[in-house]
């Protein structure tokens, strides 16, 4: 099965800054990596398909890149909301496998 | 409104069994596969279990292969998960979670907030 690594496994940031997160695959995914963002005692929230589609609602602040193995999730400017925990998955290989999250806290 | 509602999580001891169900709305459910993922406390997440629109296909994740067993049933809007043979690893919140597409590349669009299964002695 395909393994996603996410580095940093935590970003300190302050609301307004720059957020890059990577999301690193075994083996090519194409375009088929996926982002989630999950607040403390929610559910998960789609965010981004196929590397760079915004779901429905998604502010565009936040934007995804990449294809192959290497994929990044950037989040121009912070908003207080966005501290969170962001899960990447790939959709190219069953089964569907997860990255182990970076979390997104206040500096 | 899509709404996912997951019930039947409880304590239980190594060895038992249980079984969890979700409540779906908001969109036509025979429409879409649909899935199981777990989150262990603290932990990341996990895909468990899928099975296709009508109930025909079911594939599972190898750490619980011949002791989960999902089903549907699509007159009632509803997705089952029954879990024998119960350890402590399976210990986890369960999140039920509809396929985004009918393509069989899955991601997950809606997701309910989960009941907690907690296996211990």
């Known amino acids: 099965e395909i393994v996603l690594t996410q580095s940093p496994a935590t970003l300190s940031l302050s609301p307004g800054e720059r957020a890059t997160l990577s999301c690193r695959a075994s083996q090519s995914v194409s375009s088929f990596l996926v982002w989630y963002k999950q607040k403390p005692g929610q559910a998960p929230r789609l965010l981004i398909y196929?590397?760079?589609n915004r779901a429905t609602g998604i502010p565009a602040r936040f934007s995804g890149s990449g294809s192959g193995t290497d994929f990044t999730l950037s989040i121009s400017s912070l908003e207080p909301e966005d501290f969170a925990v962001y899960y990447c998955q790939q959709r190219s290989n069953w089964p569907p496998t997860f990255g182990g999250g970076t979390k997104v806290e206040i500096k | 409104e899509v709404q996912l509602v997951e019930s039947g999580g409880a304590v239980v001891q190594p060895g038992e069994s249980l079984r969890l169900s979700c409540a779906a709305s908001?969109?036509?459910?025979?429409?879409?596969?649909m899935h199981w993922v777990r989150q262990a406390p603290g932990k990341g997440l996990e895909w468990v279990s899928l099975?296709?629109?009508?109930?025909?296909?079911?594939y599972y994740a190898d750490s619980v292969k011949g002791r989960f067993t999902i089903s549907r049933d699509n007159s009632r809007n509803s997705l089952y998960l029954q879990m024998n043979s119960l350890t402590t690893e399976d210990t986890a919140l369960y999140y039920c979670?509809?396929?985004?597409?009918?393509?069989?590349?899955?991601?997950?669009?809606?997701w309910g907030h989960g009941t907690l299964v907690t296996v211990s002695s």
């Open positions: 908001g969109f036509r459910f025979d429409d879409y596969s």
């Open positions: 979670a509809k396929a985004a597409t009918t393509s069989p590349r899955y991601y997950f669009d809606y």
């Open positions: 196929d590397a760079s």
């Open positions: 099975i296709n629109w009508d109930g025909g296909t079911m």
